[in-house]
């Protein structure tokens, strides 16, 4: 049996009725308050309609994926109840707007009505029902309750009109929640005050490509991505920096690829189908040797797909994708913090390798708040191209020296004697066009060959649970997180379980991954999307057989997914969930 160490709270509803506002603002108030928070989200792909929900989860230990089952559904209509019930754990409660609708006599749990429109209305305020549910779920449940103004005044402080009335529909709500009869044993308050930061994924990238130096970004408008460029569009200019909403995704990444040629740290974001358009540009960059940082927020898909789901499915792209033999470096974030953590280091594996790096996150992790600690920047060293040293002398600078490293030294436009050619065609040392299969040698494995420091690389694995289990769990991006839940519940029920994350994604880290695959007795990939893209990547990679794992509803694993499948392969009974 499993004991619960966290709540985990559903607001669903309309898009348009404040539900949404309702769950971002707990969130918001637990976080501050000290609780640690991990959110979720889904949305409809129309503008305007369709139906929306909002899940925090609330722990006073670290979490890392969005729960297992929910405790506390605030369903704010009808649909919301016919959506969201099958996902509500044993004994969990219901909170409903009774002007709405009324759930089914067979529901099971404890369930309280909420007028919440009626609420707010008797409050002066027929607009604010967001709020007043929010001191409704705050007052009988804990969560943040002491922060609730701090967080209504940060949101509103600077329309006095809007605040007061929205600060009367709060205190109204409350105390229509201490009317409640509470007939629930959930509470979740904060063991004390902490200095963490509230994040969501998409900022994290923004703040750690800061850090890192970028100076220059294109891009354009793609959910989930498009905050990353909103977030960077009014800083870069006040940094001395460039900003371009381009006419399309091919104009983004070939503006970035200029400005890094001509010396400025570029990085462009988009989803799925801008990262297919841009792949003869990716090859360009890899045969140019440019460095350029893409972010690929992964939605469900092909085609336009499902824009505001999660997938994992642009690994393939990701790494294959491009013709000829066109090698770039794929990292994969499993965090808010991992955001920060790869997007600073893919800039400076950009620039140390003059090459394209692409960045996987997806959909849940772009949107999803978490309170992280403070960054150490002592840790994140930033790394500039290796220039030429020294005078150049006329007509004699190889921009594409064959070296020890195969990394040779970039100069800058306007460097005295290092003008060259930096074509998309095969060229020779000098960057000249070079057609002979000499060159084409040569040349494909100096692009190719400067990597294998990172093929042998454990900088970017990260290892979990037991030294010796039968089973270790093999997984990349946002599956990390339900992974790790599952080896603590594992623990719990005593059952050794490992886990190894594979943050770089290309080149892959292949010592590293067959000494976890030789410390285990089975290996199972855990990923969300249908071929298994991971699984088959190991299997090619390094000739062995892995069970893949996979679904594709556009929503990620839970722990529980993760664990029952493990009882699964070791023939014990199903875990219980309480």
């Not at 503008?47 to 969005?66: E, H, L, T, Y």
């Not at 929205?166 to 044993?185: E, M, P, W």
């Not at 977030?231 to 460039?242: K, R």
């Not at 469900?300 to 792209?317: A, H």
């Given at each position: 049996?499993?004991?619960?160490?966290?709540?985990?709270?559903?607001?669903?509803?309309?898009?348009?009725?404040g539900s949404?506002?309702?769950?971002?603002?707990?969130?918001?108030?637990?976080?501050r308050?000290g609780?640690?928070?991990?959110?979720?989200r889904?949305?409809?792909?129309?503008?305007?309609?369709?139906p929306?929900?909002?899940?925090?989860?609330?722990?006073?230990?670290?979490?890392?994926?969005?729960?297992?089952?929910?405790d506390?559904?605030?369903a704010f209509?009808?649909?919301?109840?016919?959506l969201?019930?099958?996902?509500?754990?044993?004994?969990?409660?219901?909170?409903?707007?009774?002007?709405?609708?009324t759930?089914p006599e067979?529901?099971?749990g404890?369930?309280?009505?909420?007028?919440?429109?009626?609420i707010?209305?008797e409050?002066?305020?027929r607009?604010?029902?967001?709020?007043?549910a929010?001191?409704?779920?705050?007052?009988?449940?804990?969560?943040?309750?002491?922060?609730?103004?701090?967080?209504?005044?940060?949101?509103?402080g600077?329309?006095?009109?809007?605040?007061?009335?929205?600060?009367?529909?709060?205190?109204?709500?409350?105390a229509?929640?201490?009317?409640?009869?509470?007939r629930?044993?959930?509470?979740?308050?904060?063991?004390?005050?902490?200095?963490r930061?509230v994040m969501?994924?998409?900022?994290?990238?923004?703040?750690?490509a800061?850090?890192?130096g970028v100076?220059?970004?294109?891009?354009?408008p793609?959910?989930p991505?498009?905050?990353?460029m909103?977030g960077?569009?009014p800083?870069?200019?006040?940094?001395?920096?460039?900003y371009?909403?381009?006419?399309?995704?091919?104009?983004?990444?070939?503006?970035?690829i200029?400005?890094?040629?001509?010396?400025?740290k570029?990085?462009?974001?988009?989803?799925?189908?801008?990262?297919?358009?841009?792949?003869?540009?990716?090859?360009?960059?890899s045969?140019?040797?440019?460095?350029?940082?893409?972010?690929?927020?992964?939605r469900g898909?092909?085609?336009?797909?499902?824009?505001?789901?999660?997938?994992?499915?642009?690994?393939?792209?990701?790494v294959y994708?491009?013709?000829?033999?066109?090698p770039?470096?794929?990292?994969a974030?499993a965090?808010?913090?991992?955001?920060?953590?790869?997007?600073?280091w893919?800039?400076?594996?950009?620039?140390?390798?003059?090459?394209p790096?692409?960045?996987?996150?997806d959909?849940?992790?772009?949107?999803?708040?978490?309170?992280?600690e403070?960054?150490?920047?002592?840790?994140?060293?930033?790394?500039e191209?290796?220039q030429?040293?020294?005078e150049l002398?006329?007509?004699?600078?190889?921009?594409?020296?064959?070296?020890?490293?195969?990394?040779?030294?970039?100069?800058?436009?306007?460097t005295?004697?290092?003008?060259?050619?930096?074509?998309?065609?095969e060229?020779?040392?000098?960057?000249?066009?070079?057609?002979?299969?000499?060159?084409?040698?040569?040349?494909?494995?100096?692009?190719?060959?400067?990597y294998?420091?990172?093929r042998?690389?454990?900088?970017y694995?990260r290892r979990?649970g037991?030294?010796?289990?039968?089973?270790g769990?093999?997984?990349?991006?946002?599956?990390?997180?339900?992974?790790?839940?599952a080896?603590?519940?594992?623990?719990?029920?005593?059952?050794?379980?490992?886990m190894?994350?594979v943050?770089m994604?290309?080149?892959?880290?292949?010592d590293?991954?067959?000494?976890f695959i030789?410390?285990?007795?089975?290996?199972?990939?855990p990923?969300v999307?249908?071929?298994?893209?991971f699984?088959?990547?190991?299997?090619?990679?390094?000739?062995?057989?892995?069970?893949?794992?996979?679904q594709?509803?556009?929503m990620?694993?839970?722990?529980?997914?993760?664990?029952r499948?493990?009882?699964?392969?070791l023939?014990?009974?199903?875990?219980e969930l309480?």
């Amino acid at each position: 049996m499993i004991q619960k160490d966290d709540l985990v709270i559903r607001v669903a509803g309309e898009s348009g009725d404040g539900s949404t506002a309702t769950g971002e603002m707990l969130a918001q108030a637990a976080a501050r308050s000290g609780l640690h928070v991990f959110t979720f989200r889904t949305t409809p792909a129309e503008i305007k309609g369709g139906p929306v929900m909002f899940q925090v989860r609330a722990s006073n230990a670290p979490v890392r994926s969005q729960g297992d089952a929910v405790d506390v559904l605030f369903a704010f209509n009808q649909e919301a109840w016919d959506l969201h019930h099958a996902d509500m754990a044993p004994h969990a409660v219901l909170l409903y707007d009774s002007e709405e609708f009324t759930p089914p006599e067979s529901f099971s749990g404890v369930a309280y009505p909420v007028p919440i429109g009626k609420i707010a209305l008797e409050a002066g305020n027929r607009r604010g029902k967001n709020v007043a549910a929010m001191g409704v779920a705050a007052a009988l449940f804990g969560l943040g309750l002491s922060k609730l103004e701090d967080i209504v005044r940060a949101k509103l402080g600077k329309k006095a009109e809007l605040l007061e009335s929205n600060l009367a529909a709060l205190h109204a709500g409350i105390a229509y929640a201490r009317t409640i009869q509470k007939r629930d044993s959930f509470w979740m308050e904060s063991s004390g005050e902490h200095n963490r930061l509230v994040m969501t994924g998409n900022q994290a990238i923004v703040a750690g490509a800061l850090h890192a130096g970028v100076r220059f970004f294109a891009g354009y408008p793609i959910t989930p991505a498009s905050d990353i460029m909103e977030g960077l569009a009014p800083i870069l200019p006040q940094l001395g920096g460039g900003y371009l909403q381009a006419e399309d995704e091919i104009a983004s990444i070939m503006a970035c690829i200029g400005a890094s040629f001509g010396g400025k740290k570029a990085m462009t974001a988009t989803a799925g189908p801008g990262l297919a358009l841009m792949s003869e540009a990716i090859g360009y960059a890899s045969m140019a040797e440019i460095p350029v940082v893409i972010v690929d927020a992964q939605r469900g898909g092909p085609s336009t797909g499902l824009p505001t789901k999660m997938e994992q499915s642009d690994l393939n792209i990701a790494v294959y994708g491009g013709h000829g033999d066109s090698p770039r470096i794929v990292l994969a974030p499993a965090s808010v913090a991992e955001c920060f953590h790869l997007t600073a280091w893919g800039f400076n594996l950009a620039e140390e390798y003059q090459s394209p790096v692409i960045i996987l996150s997806d959909y849940s992790l772009s949107f999803r708040t978490e309170t992280i600690e403070p960054f150490d920047l002592a840790k994140y060293p930033v790394i500039e191209r290796k220039q030429p040293e020294g005078e150049l002398q006329p007509k004699e600078y190889k921009r594409y020296y064959v070296n020890g490293s195969y990394i040779s030294p970039m100069a800058l436009p306007g460097t005295p004697n290092g003008q060259y050619t930096a074509t998309g065609l095969e060229h020779n040392e000098y960057g000249n066009p070079a057609y002979t299969p000499a060159a084409h040698t040569r040349m494909t494995e100096k692009r190719w060959r400067k990597y294998e420091a990172l093929r042998h690389s454990r900088e970017y694995v990260r290892r979990f649970g037991s030294e010796r289990a039968r089973v270790g769990l093999l997984c990349w991006g946002t599956s990390a997180g339900p992974c790790r839940g599952a080896v603590f519940l594992a623990a719990q029920e005593e059952i050794p379980l490992a886990m190894l994350q594979v943050q770089m994604l290309s080149p892959l880290p292949v010592d590293a991954i067959q000494e976890f695959i030789d410390s285990v007795e089975i290996v199972l990939v855990p990923e969300v999307n249908y071929q298994g893209q991971f699984a088959r990547l190991i299997q090619a990679e390094l000739g062995v057989r892995v069970q893949s794992f996979t679904q594709y509803t556009g929503m990620p694993f839970t722990r529980f997914d993760i664990l029952r499948k493990v009882h699964q392969l070791l023939g014990i009974s199903e875990p219980e969930l309480v």
